[in-house]
C-alpha cells in the first residue's frame, strides 16, 4: 500500500463558523462525540472515527472519542457504571455525534448498539440525544454495502436526532488504510463531505435545537400535568 499516497489535512480549510451560527450563537468550536463498534486491536471502525475526528479537528471543531471497553450490557441495569457515566456525560456534553460501525452478518455491530442503548431518551429533565446532529459511518470487509449505515439511520430517528443526508461506507476496509490513515482516494473525500456537512448541520441547528423539538403532543401533556397539578391543590 505505499503507493497509495497519505492525506495531508493542510490542502483543507477551517469552516466559517460566524457565516452559518444564530444570532446567539456565541461560535465556539462544535461539539462532537465519536462512537465506533469494534474491539479488535485492528479495529477499522476506530481507524474511520479517528480519522474523522482529525478532519473535524482540522476543520475547528472540538472531537471526543469514547472507547467502549467495559462498558456492559444495557440488561445489566449498573446506571452508576463508570463507563455507563463516562457516556452519558459525552452524550450531554456534545452537539453532535458520528457512529461508526462494522458491518456483521448485514447489520450494525453489538457493540455500537449497547452504546446506543445506554443513551436514554431523557435523563431528568434532559434529553441526551434530541436535536443533536449525527453522521453515519460504516466499514465493509467486502464489497459496499449500506446495509449497517441504514440501520443506524433508523435508530438515529428514533433517539430523535437530526441524522445528515450523506454517509460513508467504506469497502474492503483492510485495503484503504495504510497503518492508522485512511489512504487519499474516493473513500477518504466522502468521509471529509460527510464531516463537513455534520459540521454545518451541527451549527446552523444548534442554537435552534429547542424551536426545532418543540412538539404540539406535548405541549398538550405538559399543559394536562400542570392543570393536574392545580386542582389537587
Known sequence: MADIPQVDLNHLG???IDALKSADDDGHAPRILLLYGSLRDVSYSRKSVEEA???LSHLGAETKIYDPRGLPFPEDDNDDHPKVVELR???????GMVWSS??????MSGILKTQVDWLPLKMGGVRPTQGKTLALMQVSGGSQSFNAVNQMRILGRWMRMITIPNQSSIAKAWLEFDGERLNAGPF???VVDVMEEL???TVMTRGRSDY???RYSERVESAEELSARVSKK
Open 199 to 201: 459540521f454545518k448541520f
Open 212 to 214: 426545532l423539538t418543540d
Open 14 to 16: 477551517k469552516i466559517d
Open 102 to 107: 462494522p458491518e456483521r452478518h448485514g447489520t
Open 89 to 95: 456525560e459525552l452524550a450531554n456534553w456534545s452537539e
Open 53 to 55: 475526528a482529525r478532519i
Open 188 to 190: 477518504y473525500n466522502r
